[in-house]
């Protein structure tokens, strides 16, 4: 007989503020959830999981609202939010942070700059930490410092337990181990709900920032000339490049290093000689700046969009490059881009069976996105990234599933690779009846009755 009550902060559709609380960053898929449980504490989501649980309702665990596909949405069912359990509790001793899962990344990086310390992470400022981590987590701190996940100590996971129940259980190298392992790269919402993270925090002050940009002509050469010099240059080294539309015209190349602004002048010579850039720009800025200067605003604000990606082992062919700019030659708006970013350092040093992040090969993570203004462009935008992924595959490996895409058949292995069956292990293991389920969620091997 169902007895748990909710808790927390719950929203209905008949709230002022229901319309604020269901939309995510992705504004094309929408659903409307009949319940929205924002939890205040561990206790709010043993009660909302218990609750689902009990009365057999669907529903979806949901963060920084920053899932592409919408997977932590759900019409009709409960979503279960941890963005108001934000807490950060820093050890400066022990050098680690104990975050809750629902921190977003801009309030992490400015309450861990205050002891002038860091964790590699992501760009924008409302990614949650949580669902950024567990998917692996790139950034521009990358390849000096690894992956968000391999910074990770430990998680605490609400998790369903027996027929009904709910349980709250800890995962470290020495404790749950393969859930460990598996939530390190091994997506959001699979296993159950984590409601905190330990990292190992690192010492930061000056950084220095750069920026290159070039005319529309020099797509070629200058992705040429960033492929092969981005992914082995210095490690304390992390940049990315955009080749924007034809529309737009401009291939912007930017990027933090771990130190002078002198030595970086010296690093970036095989991109700065590369065609003919109209802009160049150096300088060194507190690491805070170099975060607020890569928090696009865009980025943060919800708009009808699509994504998808790609990783990228062995720099581009001439015939790939040219492919892309004949796809961006074609894009449905100006909004469309190609994104790239290095990889290698010490992302490449942890092997690809150590953590459920299996592609510690590639060189460049790449990502393929566009937006548009009105519903009635969803179809061509959609087509245009589907396009772009299909003529880029034969040079391309998997996907990063932090860009997940609804249209990839082979999911399970363009995500994870060789690490699948173990995934499905853990999953067996810890969510036998498959209560954590969406769209391209690992399945468990069986069901017990």
Not at 127 to 136: C, D, K, P
Not at 384 to 402: A, C, I, Q
Request: with cysteine.
């Amino acid at each position: 007989m169902a007895n748990t009550e909710l808790t927390g902060r719950i929203v209905t559709p008949d709230d002022p503020n229901y319309e604020q609380a269901r939309i995510n960053n992705n504004l094309s898929i929408p659903k409307f959830p009949s319940k929205i449980v924002f939890c205040q504490k561990t206790k709010d989501v043993l009660n909302a999981l218990r609750w689902v649980r009990e009365n057999n309702e669907p529903f979806r665990i949901r963060s920084g609202r920053h899932s592409y596909e919408n997977f932590s949405l759900i019409n009709e069912g409960l979503i279960i939010d941890v963005s108001e359990m934000n807490k950060i509790k820093i050890d400066q001793e022990a050098m680690t942070a104990k975050i809750a899962a629902g921190a977003d990344l801009g309030k992490v990086y400015k309450k861990l700059w205050k002891y002038g310390l860091t964790i590699p992470a992501g760009t924008e400022g409302s990614v949650g930490i949580v669902g950024l981590t567990l998917g692996g987590g790139i950034g521009m701190l990358s390849r000096p410092f690894g992956l968000t996940c391999d910074n990770l100590i430990e998680i605490e996971m609400v998790r369903a337990d027996g027929h009904k129940g709910a349980e709250l259980i800890k995962a470290n190298k020495n404790e749950n181990s393969d859930l460990f392992w598996a939530c390190r790269g091994g997506g959001g919402g699979n296993f159950g709900v984590v409601t905190s993270l330990t990292f190992k925090l690192h010492a930061i002050s000056n950084v220095s920032l750069f920026s290159v940009t070039w005319k529309w002509e020099d797509l070629e050469v200058a992705f040429d000339a960033w492929q092969n010099w981005a992914p082995q240059t210095d490690e304390k080294l992390t940049s990315q490049i955009e080749l924007k539309s034809k529309e737009v015209g401009e291939i912007i190349s930017q990027g933090i290093f771990v130190g002078s602004a002198s030595k970086l002048k010296k690093l970036l010579k095989p991109i700065t000689t590369a065609g003919s850039p109209t802009k160049v720009w150096v300088k060194e800025v507190p690491y805070i700046e170099a975060v607020k200067f890569f928090d696009v605003p865009s980025g943060n604000i919800p708009a009808l969009r699509k994504r998808s990606g790609s990783f990228i082992e062995k720099p581009f062919p001439h015939n790939a490059i040219n492919r892309m700019k004949q796809l961006l030659a074609n894009a449905p708006n100006r909004n469309s881009s190609i994104w790239h970013q290095s990889l290698g350092g010490a992302v490449g040093k942890i092997d690809s069976y150590d953590t459920a992040y299996f592609y510690r090969n590639a060189i460049i993570a790449q990502e393929y996105l566009t937006t548009w203004e009105i519903p009635e462009e969803e179809k061509q935008n959609i087509r245009w990234v589907e396009e772009t992924r299909n003529t880029l595959s034969p040079f391309t490996d998997g996907d990063y599933v932090n860009f997940p895409d609804l249209y990839i058949k082979n999911w399970p292995i363009t995500y994870y690779g060789n690490n699948f069956r173990r995934l499905r292990e853990v999953k067996t293991k810890y969510d036998a009846f498959n209560v954590f389920n969406f769209p391209q969620s690992i399945p468990p091997y069986k069901r017990w009755i």
